[in-house]
């Protein structure tokens, strides 16, 4: 009996499968008089791959004993490879084996009866892979330029799972799904706090937030090979780290064109009807510099910097980051994260880990400065209470005024087709440009309401998670030496700390404090003496402010305060410290905190 083998390909894993070439191939083995042994190598696998399994197991086999098959029969010279290279690579290994191959579209052999080459086969093999080739590459280009012209038209593109945040509208165009658009606000909200993504995840699946999956599949199995049900779907890390670098959410759409995923893609601006973006591109960006941070080498260290991601750069409006060595006379401070970039450092000044960290540490347990913040806890939260009833009646009447439009566009829309069925041009044109207003109204009601959403769910969070500035201060002096307990108390109160050189012996910490969720909208000032760290028996102190005439200002994390205003106030206010009841604090050596090596 006559061994021969069929090798079949598909390229996609889920819809395709071989049935049909392969009764093709019988098809050919039954018109011939012989009994055949039939060995079927199935393959799902684009043809561009080079490590295919099963087309390396039979050119395996074939070295090992040509004589084992006496041909090899496949549909058509495309099921060997799409590379031109590749494929004649296999055909010189058939060829030096003396095994035979079967192309039945257009019924070639490769090999004449007596094992020399068929050479007029052997032309038209190559005229066919090179035909295939360019038949690819056209399809590719046709493929991407029809991709890219529906991404700049603003319509859907892909599959049945969308970017979350957005749906499918009329005309496969591309719309915000208010819904969802709240949670990606509360994602990229709680990423900037300092909440990590498995965090995040937990957050939404304790808050019993749908992802995309339970709303497509709900208890259907999500394809028919893991049986897994679209209601088993939860939130991963995965699935928020990936919302949180996705520049969708900033109104810039990826597009890949063939590229490979270690290139960065073509950003194309995102076309939405009543709104561009998600996210508003500062957040959306430092959220970024965030990510950044986290996997940058001098991160991955094994010391905990207790005001990672917290310190941004008053010059540049980037984080800053800590490069600290263990050895005499070593980095130990915190520097702007534009020093990571070639000829983009900003100038702006480094600060000494310990003395920063010690001054946060000092103002929170012991200081009446940061309890000039504290104490209005209350009042604040008598505040957000009537904020939040606020918003409710906000949203109820802003969701009124969304059905009022609507009914108002629906009855304008028959009126103009009633005006233009009687030849009435004037009226129909008047009606046009009172249907546009309507629709520019709804367009600004609907991204009022979405904003609504997203502030009525960051205040009634707040409100939920109070916090206790006794409990806090209590915890931090019984952890002096645990600096991941310290961190985890810092980022509950420290929304964010900014950065500027006052003079060489002076740097401005302006520590922005967050209570409940909430941040407070004026900062404490903490003037750094740095002089005292250069001296060989190091001075740890700072001057803190809560009111100044000229208090720093600042644009995305920049100063825009004139910074010799700050400087001579600032010294006015050393020249009478007495009078005007303030004091340089000096950090009792209990409070100083040394970065200690985890054990």
């Not at 190091?538 to 910074?563: A, C, F, G, H, R």
Request: with cysteine; aromatic share 8%.
């Amino acid at each position: 009996m006559t061994k021969v083998a069929f090798y079949v390909r598909v390229s996609t894993k889920k819809k395709q499968d071989y049935k049909r070439q392969i009764e093709e191939l019988q098809d050919v083995l039954e018109q011939k008089k012989d009994q055949f042994k039939i060995d079927v190598f199935q393959e799902k696998e684009s043809g561009y791959k080079d490590d295919r399994v099963e087309l390396t197991r039979l050119i395996k086999k074939i070295k090992e004993n040509n004589k084992y098959y006496k041909c090899i029969y496949i549909t058509e010279i495309s099921r060997l490879g799409r590379s031109p290279r590749k494929i004649r690579e296999i055909l010189w290994e058939l060829e030096d084996a003396k095994v035979n191959l079967f192309i039945k579209k257009g019924s070639i052999w490769l090999l004449n009866e007596d094992g020399s080459l068929n050479t007029l086969g052997r032309l038209v093999v190559d005229i066919m892979i090179s035909l295939s080739d360019e038949e690819a590459i056209a399809f590719k280009e046709r493929s991407r330029s029809g991709i890219l012209s529906s991404i700049r038209a603003g319509k859907v593109n892909g599959g049945k799972f969308k970017p979350y945040g957005f749906r499918t509208g009329a005309n496969k165009m591309m719309e915000i799904d208010d819904e969802e658009a709240v949670v990606v606000n509360i994602i990229y909200d709680m990423y900037k706090s300092g909440k990590g993504v498995k965090v995040i995840a937990g957050y939404l699946n304790d808050k019993k937030i749908p992802t995309r999956t339970n709303k497509s599949f709900g208890d259907k199995p999500i394809n028919q090979y893991t049986g897994k049900l679209g209601s088993e779907v939860v939130w991963s890390d995965k699935t928020v780290d990936d919302i949180l670098k996705n520049p969708i959410y900033k109104g810039k759409r990826r597009y890949w064109g063939g590229r490979d995923k270690k290139e960065k893609p073509m950003l194309i601006d995102l076309k939405i009807q009543d709104k561009d973006t998600i996210v508003e591109e500062d957040l959306w960006e430092e959220c970024m510099e965030i990510r950044k941070s986290k996997t940058h080498r001098n991160y991955t260290t094994v010391y905990t910097y207790l005001l990672k991601n917290k310190l941004k750069c008053g010059c540049c409006g980037r984080n800053y980051f800590a490069k600290y060595k263990p050895v005499p006379n070593g980095d130990k401070v915190y520097i702007c994260s534009s020093r990571l970039t070639k000829n983009g450092n900003c100038g702006n000044v480094g600060v000494n880990i310990s003395l920063i960290e010690s001054a946060i540490f000092n103002e929170i347990v012991d200081s009446d400065s940061i309890l000039q913040h504290i104490n209005n806890a209350d009042k604040l939260r008598k505040t957000f209470e009537q904020d939040l009833s606020d918003l409710s009646i906000s949203l109820a009447n802003t969701n009124n005024l969304i059905k009022e439009l609507n009914n108002e566009i629906e009855g304008a829309l028959d009126l103009q087709v009633d005006a233009n069925g009687k030849g009435q041009m004037e009226r129909v044109v008047r009606l046009e440009k009172k249907i546009v207003g309507f629709e520019n109204n709804l367009a600004n009601a609907k991204l009022k309401l979405n904003k609504e959403k997203r502030v009525f769910a960051i205040t009634e969070t707040a409100l939920k998670e109070q916090s206790n500035i006794k409990t806090t201060s209590k915890t931090l002096k019984n952890h002096t030496k645990d600096r991941l307990m310290l961190r985890k108390v810092y980022l509950q109160i420290i929304d964010k700390i900014i950065i500027n050189s006052i003079d060489k012996n002076t740097v401005l910490a302006s520590f922005y404090i967050t209570i409940d969720g909430v941040v407070l909208p004026k900062q404490l000032k903490l003037f750094l003496n740095v002089s005292g760290m250069r001296k060989k028996i190091k001075n740890y102190n700072y001057l803190p402010l809560v009111d100044m005439k000229y208090s720093p200002e600042y644009k995305n994390n920049i100063l825009i305060t004139d910074i010799e205003k700050i400087q001579e106030e600032l010294n006015i206010i050393n020249e009478n410290a007495g009078l005007l009841n303030v004091e340089t604090v000096s950090i009792p050596k209990h409070h100083i905190l040394k970065i200690i090596p985890p054990s």
